[in-house]
């Protein structure tokens, strides 16, 4: 079977890492040494286990992704950058007819899809990539349009706690927040309440020490307006191995999509778990 070739974006961040060595250490796939990065990086240069990476900054990456597609020939781009950078890359890899996984949250997720959808390439675009908890919000949303106004009359409380260098709100708490909306109870994507500060997240969530700079924990509350009932929903990931996983299972769905010949389409995690 030949290999699947693999460019991973946004190393040196963690959760990039994380699956490059997924793609490094799975037979299936080959990693290109080359990774588009950030402005703020000043390494020309990263260590991915065994493997030295490339880091190509925004100013080289045109020149650079040129030359590395006329001599690897096809490939699939993997995305775990920054927000600000989410509709320049898609735009990018649109432009030089490169698939990719995006897994960056942030930017104009309209725009995102709507350039994809005018372009000659197929992508999987998820806020996140932890299936379990895509399944769960699959049910959510299953829940929202089939039983709409269930919760009329209760209140909600979303908390959310990632490490300190996620800037923006999570995405998946604000998909819960909508899914929330249509089972009857009024909320905002401003109400949720997002912690950052490690002493906080460590003294008083009680998440672990060692997973303070890596993690995602989601609670949703909700209590009926005569306070005799409350439900509450909580999913708690520490560590970023389950974001690799999901990232493994949407480059190989994306790959039979690009093989089928399929353009101009942008599939979820929902459709990677009903291919897988």
């Known amino acids: 079977m030949k290999s699947i070739k693999v460019m991973v974006n946004g190393i040196p961040g963690r959760v990039s890492s994380v699956v490059a060595r997924h793609v490094l250490n799975d037979d299936r796939f080959e990693l290109i040494p080359h990774a588009l990065t950030g402005p703020e990086i000043t390494e020309s240069?990263?260590?991915?286990?065994?493997?030295?990476?490339?880091?190509?900054?925004?100013e080289s990456r045109e020149q650079a992704i040129s030359e590395i597609m006329e001599r690897e020939g096809?490939?699939?781009?993997?995305?775990?950058s920054l927000p600000p950078a989410v509709n320049s890359n898609a735009e990018f890899y649109c432009n030089?007819?490169?698939?990719?996984?995006?897994?960056?949250?942030?930017?104009?997720r309209k725009l995102l899809e709507d350039t994809v959808r005018s372009s000659s390439i197929a992508a999987v675009i998820a806020p996140n990539m932890a299936k379990q908890i895509v399944g769960f919000q699959a049910m959510m949303e299953y829940a929202a349009n089939t039983f709409k106004g269930l919760f009329n009359g209760y209140s909600l409380e979303i908390?959310?706690?990632?490490?300190?260098?996620?800037?923006?709100?999570?995405?998946?708490a604000k998909a819960m927040a909508k899914y929330f909306n249509s089972l009857g109870t009024p909320f905002s994507e401003e109400d949720i309440i997002k912690e950052r500060d490690p002493e906080t997240q460590k003294n008083v969530w009680g998440i672990p020490e060692e997973y303070l700079d890596g993690h995602g924990w989601h609670t949703y509350t909700l209590v009926s307006d005569d306070k005799t009932v409350r439900f509450q929903f909580t999913h708690n990931v520490n560590g970023r191995e389950v974001y690799g996983k999901g990232t493994i299972d949407a480059i190989l769905y994306l790959n039979e999509k690009v093989k089928?010949?399929?353009?101009?389409?942008?599939?979820s995690m929902i459709d990677v778990l009903k291919g897988a």
């Open 45 to 58: 240069e990263c260590n991915i286990d065994a493997s030295t990476i490339q880091l190509i900054l925004p």
């Open 74 to 80: 096809a490939f699939i781009s993997v995305d775990f």
């Open 96 to 108: 030089k007819g490169l698939p990719f996984v995006m897994g960056t949250t942030g930017g104009d």
């Open 159 to 172: 908390k959310e706690s990632h490490q300190k260098g996620k800037a923006d709100t999570s995405g998946t």
């Open 260 to 267: 089928e010949g399929t353009k101009g389409t942008v599939f």
